[in-house]
């Protein structure tokens, strides 16, 4: 396939090769934004949040996955159907925690649990 052919069946994006360019700038951006949100993911995971902890994770792994795709997987870049995919997911997913916890009052009442578990004693 020629590269005019190529890029006529690519929406005649010309001959950029295979991958976005990024800017440095950018990809030290994503970096540090990640760098930081685990700091935070580490802290928070120190300091409980009570019912609250599940969302505040999700929240963070949501933003740093959402970078992720979209500076080193080039979905900035990508067409906006992609885009709407990829952010759909991440609907769905909440969706599916969200009946997921709101069923959880109808059995977390009748969970017993052990306050000890029974010391390993090896066999002789």
């Given amino acids: 396939m020629s590269n005019t ?3 006529d ?3 005649g994006h010309g001959t950029h090769g295979l ?5 440095v700038p950018s990809l030290l951006g994503t ?3 990640l760098v930081l949100l685990t700091f935070v ?6 300091h409980p949040l009570g019912a609250i902890d ?3 994770a ?3 792994a949501t933003v740093k996955a959402t970078a992720v795709g979209l500076y080193f997987m080039h979905l900035r870049h990508d067409s906006g159907f992609n885009r709407l995919v990829f952010l759909g997911s991440f609907l769905f997913v909440f969706i599916f925690i969200g009946f997921a916890m709101m069923d959880r009052g109808q059995y977390d009442p009748t969970i ?3 306050e000890a578990l029974p010391k390993f004693q090896p066999a002789k």
């Avoid at 991958?19 to 800017?23: L, N």
């Avoid at 993911?41 to 120190?46: F, H, L, R, Y």
Wanted: no cysteine; hydrophobic share 60%.
């Fill in 5 to 7: 052919a190529h890029a």
């Fill in 9 to 11: 069946a690519h929406g």
């Fill in 19 to 23: 991958a976005h360019v990024a800017s």
């Fill in 31 to 33: 970096f540090g934004l």
């Fill in 41 to 46: 993911t580490v802290w928070v995971a120190k």
């Fill in 54 to 56: 599940i969302w505040v």
């Fill in 58 to 60: 999700m929240g963070i």
């Fill in 112 to 114: 017993q649990w052990q």
